[in-house]
T-cell receptor, first 114, second 115 residues
Framework: AQSVTQLGSHVSVSEGALVLLRCNYS??????LFWYVQYPNQGLQLLLK??????LVKGINGFEAEFKKSETSFHLTKPSAHMSDAAEYFC????????????FGTGTRLQVTL | EPEVTQTPSHQVTQMGQEVILRCVPI?????FYWYRQILGQKVEFLVS????????KSEIFDDQFSVERPDGSNFTLKIRSTKLEDSAMYFC?????????????FGPGTRLLVL
């Protein structure tokens, strides 16, 4: 069975600082991995996804994530935080097969301070 | 940009009542999903639906739940007799295809409160 672990339910960074949100997966085969963001009162929006084409994945809003099989990780980073990045971030995985369900982590709430 | 919509945004109901949550997936998508998030917990998969049939369902999706695509645009989740523990945010999602690398696009959710 697949699982995704997000370390840190809350992360606070200063505006302009590096953002690092951690995600580790547990799967017998490398899964497909996704990062979603949820702004207040909105749905889940895809930031980026790993589909085995490239280990470094660039997404929207300046975010990127690197798939590291040796560490079973898919951490999300952004070089310089902006106030508008404050939101909840979810890492999720999917296994093989059609209509595959997403398995989500518990989420990390990012706070950006002045 | 096309998006998934859900109605209502909030629903309050009494325990034992039936509720129907509605979703309009993106128009050219073929695969539909429901997820829920109990306050403070993970987003959990409930059910996937394709070609008017359930493709996969979780252990949460018991006999009190049902899904339907009553017309060409709506996708509904019915809870027959609500329980207190059904209180959660319910998300609808859709994808163009069903392959694992396909992105699932989520709606804004319906917050259900069972009293």
């Amino acid at each position: 069975a697949q699982s995704v672990t997000q370390l840190g339910s809350h992360v606070s960074v200063s505006e302009g600082a590096l953002v690092l949100l951690r995600c580790n997966y547990s799967s017998s085969v490398p899964p497909y991995l996704f990062w979603y963001v949820q702004y207040p009162n909105q749905g889940l929006q895809l930031l980026l996804k790993y589909t085995s084409a490239a280990t470094l994945v660039k997404g929207i809003n300046g975010f990127e994530a690197e798939f590291k099989k040796s560490e079973t990780s898919f951490h999300l980073t952004k070089p310089s935080a902006h106030m508008s990045d404050a939101a909840e971030y979810f890492c999720a995985s999917k296994g093989p097969g059609t209509a595959s369900k997403l398995t989500f982590g518990t989420g990390t709430r990012l706070q950006v301070t002045l | 940009e096309p998006e998934v919509t859900q109605t209502p945004s909030h629903q309050v109901t009494q325990m034992g009542q039936e509720v129907i949550l509605r979703c309009v997936p993106i128009s050219n998508h073929l695969y539909f999903y429901w997820y829920r998030q109990i306050l403070g917990q993970k987003v959990e998969f409930l059910v996937s639906f394709y070609n008017n049939e359930i493709s996969e369902k979780s252990e949460i999706f018991d006999d009190q739940f049902s899904v339907e695509r009553p017309d060409g645009s709506n996708f509904t989740l019915k809870i027959r007799s609500t329980k207190l523990e059904d209180s959660a945010m319910y998300f609808c999602a859709s994808s163009k295809q069903g392959q694992s690398q396909e992105t699932q696009y989520f709606g804004p959710g319906t917050r259900l409160l069972v009293l």
